[in-house]
């Protein structure tokens, strides 16, 4: 069955840091990914997507790569700050999906100062 | 923050009732979800509507039904609630035009249901 890993220990960062989380998929053949933020009690809020024809994505001070031979998508949160601790998902759909999202269960980041 | 609203934000209710969860949208996409999110799973798709009266199941659609008569509102119902359908429910609107256009989703702020 397809499966999507994200890092289900939660990563420590020192503030001013840049932050790499990885999410992980198999049997599975995504034209789409995205990354979303999740804050405690709220729901998630998108902030990046990406094309299997794209290799990175840049918005800010965050950026994404999608390696498609090695089914694996990195995110990056560069000159972080305590504000961007929260759980970051990832999420994947086909082509012709239908936004139909499925979601890695998300990795915690808690920023310290 | 995208015009989406889920009511109740919270409910508890007795196993074997029906329970009715609204999400309503103020945005007039076509794209409607709902999703639950558990500890160790993440969030996984129950149904989606694409118009309409249009709908269809996704990955954990079983002991749920859901019905879309007006563009804003998209009704997710437990016909007999059980302990296993506690969960965090959330919905999620998209501006996809069609199932081949993949764009962001946004989410409400969640209805977290606990069957006792």
């Known amino acids: 069955s397809q499966k999507i890993e994200q890092n289900s220990e939660a990563l420590n960062i020192q503030e001013g840091k840049t932050a790499t989380l990885t999410c992980n998929y198999t049997?599975?053949?995504?034209?789409?990914l995205q990354w979303y933020r999740q804050d405690p009690g709220r729901g998630p809020v998108f902030l990046l997507l990406?094309?299997?024809?794209?290799k990175e994505k840049r918005k800010e001070r965050l950026k994404v790569t999608f390696d498609t031979t090695l089914k694996q998508s990195l995110f990056h949160i560069t000159a972080s700050q305590p504000a961007d601790s929260a759980t970051y998902l990832c999420?994947?759909?086909?082509?012709?999906?239908?936004?139909?999202?499925?979601f890695g269960t998300g990795t915690q980041l808690k920023v310290e100062l | 923050d995208a015009g989406i609203t889920q009511s109740p934000r919270h409910k508890v209710t007795e196993t074997g009732t029906p329970v009715t969860l609204r999400c309503h949208q103020t945005?007039?996409?076509?794209?409607m979800y709902w999703y639950r999110q558990d500890p160790g799973h993440g969030l996984r798709l129950i149904h989606y509507?694409?118009?309409?009266?249009?709908?269809d199941k996704g990955e954990v659609s079983d002991g749920y039904s859901v019905s879309r008569s007006k563009t804003e509102d998209f009704l997710l119902t437990l016909e007999s609630a059980t302990s296993s359908q506690t969960s965090v429910y959330f919905c999620?609107?998209?501006?996809?035009?069609?199932?081949?256009?993949?764009?962001?989703?946004?989410f409400g702020q969640g209805t977290r249901l606990t069957v006792v």
């Open positions: 509507s694409y118009g309409v009266k249009d709908t």
């Open positions: 049997n599975y053949s995504p034209a789409y």
């Open positions: 999620a609107i998209s501006a996809s035009e069609s199932f081949s256009m993949n764009t962001e989703a946004f």
């Open positions: 945005e007039n996409h076509r794209y």
């Open positions: 999420a994947l759909d086909r082509a012709g999906g239908g936004n139909k999202l499925t």
């Open positions: 990406i094309r299997e024809n794209e």
